[in-house]
């Protein structure tokens, strides 16, 4: 069955944007056909389409179900700002692996600080349906250094990729834990002086090895992600 995004109108569900034109122009699909329409909840909403115009098409609600799809851990991804083509992997593939928010921010060598809004939130949506999530991950405005350091402390545990580091990621370090963060590198990583500020941020912060090989900075988020994902039972 296909999934759009959507949102509610009173008892009924419409479907308008980029979203229309995908199901009226590329998939062509007709009154009285059935779908699944996610509202950015937790629930997924079986729907019968009733109307479908130029402008918009209405859906009349026939069940509606929690989302099997939707994380069960709230974690949440701190990457230091890589080229595009490895941030718009990055958040893809963060999607997929269940993240909750992604926390872009400035390290020394990053070379690019910024994005596209628009571009991004394409992104999450074509991974969320890809990977059947009902609510939409939010990337939030690229943060400076010091501002993302001062929001660790508010989590259970902080696990940080550190490629200097010899300690690997034990499974009773996130037993427990409902509040995970998660920090990656850009290309090149971190200075010495950024990973020591790093790990003195806060008494919740682990730092972790991914082993022997040095991995480009998307292949160490999603390694970092899938490694997190189940330790945590995500």
């Given at each position: 069955?296909?999934r ?61 179900e ?5 994380p ?32 872009p ?10 994005f ?19 609510r ?20 259970d ?8 580091s010899?300690?690997p ?30 790990i ?17 900075c ?10 997190v ?6």
């Amino acid at each position: 069955m296909k999934r759009f995004f959507g949102r509610k109108e009173n008892d009924k569900i419409v479907i308008d944007g980029s979203e229309l034109i995908h199901l009226r122009q590329v998939l062509r699909m007709r009154e009285g056909q059935e779908i699944i329409v996610s509202v950015d909840d937790e629930n997924d909403y079986y729907c019968t389409l009733a109307e479908v115009g130029k402008n918009k098409a209405v859906c009349d609600i026939n069940k509606v179900e929690r989302c099997v799809g939707e994380p069960k851990k709230n974690i949440v991804l701190y990457q230091a700002m890589p080229k595009r083509e490895y941030f718009e992997t990055i958040i893809t593939k963060a999607v997929e692996l269940g993240v909750s928010e992604i926390r872009p921010f400035i390290s020394k060598f990053t070379v690019n600080h910024s994005f596209k809004r628009e571009r991004v939130n394409q992104i999450i949506q074509t991974a969320c349906k890809q990977c059947e999530r009902s609510r939409l991950v939010e990337v939030y405005d690229v943060a400076d250094f010091k501002s993302a350091l001062k929001e660790l402390s508010s989590f259970d545990v902080v696990i940080f990729a550190y490629e200097n580091s010899n300690t690997p990621l034990k499974p009773d370090t996130l037993i427990g834990k409902n509040n995970v963060a998660v920090i990656v590198g850009a290309e090149g990583g971190f200075s010495e002086e950024e990973a020591q500020l790093i790990i003195s941020a806060s008494e919740k912060v682990k730092s972790i090895s991914l082993g022997t090989r040095i991995l480009r900075c998307d292949t160490a988020s999603v390694a970092m992600l899938s490694i997190v994902d189940i330790l945590s039972e995500n």
